[in-house]
């Protein structure tokens, strides 16, 4: 039952998310073609055979197709869904209908038309964050040092955990998401850290090492790092007045490192011990302030009705995880905070395609199960999202959408970064590029695509089968 659900709201999130940025992509298109006197023939959410559709006043067909994995917005002088002009249906117009045409327009008219969709993913990107941030919120922790890893830059610094960053190079830091951006950012560039231990203010000077990570798109780019780690999971974030957790003294903040000595790094885990030890003393080991404590805490018994409507006894000791603060952002800086993350998530995608050929050359060599990713890891990924709630699916609509964006800037034929290089000939030689140029350039855009499929979809095969062996 529960590979069924999951089936279901991952086939469910993936169509709704490619339905919804691929409406906003191809509205770009549509209404900019709109404003500059294009007649639309088609707006397609899909490919294939009609589900449904209807006509709008101007005469546009809006239709559902058989497969949802894309769409497309048909000029009268189109000869195809992917915008190959037609110079025989052009030829056979007479001049009403050659006025509305797509190929009749001025070179900066085509160009914004083009341009329109990915623009219009990008800034729908920022909107969406920046709806997100103020109706939703972000959960963000304060900046505190969790785990600093052996031999790193900043365990080499002096930084211990229960540290509290204050600010880096002048900058305040409030939350650790303003602290990960700039050290990210910073890599082999000298930073003056200050920080907070046991109420005294210190400096230190800390030079990002490079740390390779897996970046948008399933490649991986290198980023500013001086090794710290995030280790929340077994921070506790609330202590609920009178239970055992709160007569044995654990406070929010203190992280849970072991129960009985056996080590605990999930919240989930801790609480599987607590649940089967009722009335049993157990001795935690904590972390406070950087020094290690032990305290002994018997779990109060709780009687309980699971799923299935059966009562049992578990064991309670009255503690939450520590989830972050929840910021919810005045408009003017929701958009701000929207235009930043937007930003990054464009630098990123820019940074993964600049990986895209060596990840490629990986996994035709079978080199790497994890050099790329295709449609099996967007489908996985927009279901973890969907299974996170709103905020994380809201998020990965907005990354998506980028992707979607910057992508179809490249200068691929049948690409609209394609159909802008060719405009960007127009426009220094005076004169558009060759009908036979051109077929070749959409030849070559063919199998470069086909190239990036193949890959994405053994990128996926090799994953799924490596996961198999290993499960093995």
Not at 95 to 105: D, G, I, P, V
Not at 232 to 237: Q, Y
Not at 319 to 334: D, K, M, N, Q, T
Not at 375 to 386: D, F, R, S, W
């Amino acid at each position: 039952m529960e590979l069924i659900s999951n089936f279901l709201l991952y086939a469910a999130s993936t169509l709704l998310m490619l339905t919804l940025v691929v409406f906003i992509h191809e509205f770009g298109h549509f209404i900019v073609a709109r404003w500059c006197g294009v007649r639309v023939q088609t707006f397609s959410i899909g490919f294939g055979r009609e589900i449904f559709g209807f006509y709008d006043r101007h005469g546009t067909r809006w239709c559902f197709a058989r497969w949802p994995l894309g769409g497309y917005v048909r000029f009268v002088d189109d000869e195809n869904a992917a915008s190959a002009p037609s110079r025989e249906a052009l030829e056979k117009m007479d001049a009403a209908a050659r006025s509305e045409a797509f190929q009749t327009k001025p070179l900066w008219q085509r160009a914004a038309v083009v341009i329109a969709g990915p623009l219009f993913n990008i800034v729908s990107a920022v909107l969406i964050v920046a709806l997100g941030a103020s109706l939703l919120g972000t959960r963000d922790m304060p900046p505190l040092v969790d785990r600093v890893e052996a031999g790193s830059v900043a365990a080499r610094a002096g930084l211990q955990p229960g540290d509290r960053i204050t600010a880096v190079s002048g900058l305040p830091i409030e939350w650790t998401s303003d602290l990960n951006k700039l050290i990210v950012s910073s890599r082999g560039v000298p930073l003056e850290v200050e920080f907070e231990r046991n109420g005294r203010r210190q400096t230190v000077q800390i030079t990002p090492d490079s740390l390779e990570v897996p970046a948008l798109l399933g490649t991986r780019v290198a980023i500013g790092d001086i090794g710290l780690r995030p280790d929340p999971a077994t921070r506790i974030g609330e202590v609920r007045p009178g239970s055992p957790a709160s007569k044995a003294g654990l406070r929010p903040g203190d992280r849970i490192k072991a129960i009985e000595g056996n080590p605990v790094d999930r919240f989930s885990g801790l609480t599987a011990i607590v649940h089967k030890s009722a009335d049993k003393p157990l001795a935690f080991t904590i972390e406070r302030d950087g020094k290690d404590e032990r305290i002994t805490i018997t779990p109060r018994p709780e009687t309980i009705r699971d799923a299935k409507g059966v009562e049992r006894t578990i064991g309670l000791i009255g503690i939450g995880p520590e989830r972050g603060a929840l910021r919810r952002h005045s408009p003017v800086h929701a958009i701000r905070y929207g235009i930043v993350e937007t930003a990054s998530l464009c630098t990123q995608v820019v940074q993964g395609l600049g990986e895209l050929p060596a990840a490629i050359a990986k996994v035709f060599t079978f080199q790497s199960q994890n050099a790329i990713g295709g449609p099996g890891a967007i489908v996985e990924m927009t279901g973890h999202a969907a299974k996170g709630g709103i905020t994380d699916f809201v998020r990965w609509l907005a990354i998506f959408s980028v992707m979607l964006g910057v992508m179809n800037l490249l200068p691929i034929p049948l690409l609209d970064g394609g159909h802008l290089m060719f405009y960007a000939y127009e426009a220094i030689r005076g004169k558009p590029l060759g009908d036979r140029a051109q077929e070749i350039g959409f030849k070559i855009g063919i199998a470069v695509i086909a190239t990036l499929m193949t890959a994405a979809f053994l990128g996926d095969a090799t994953r799924y089968i490596g996961r198999l062996i290993g499960l093995g």
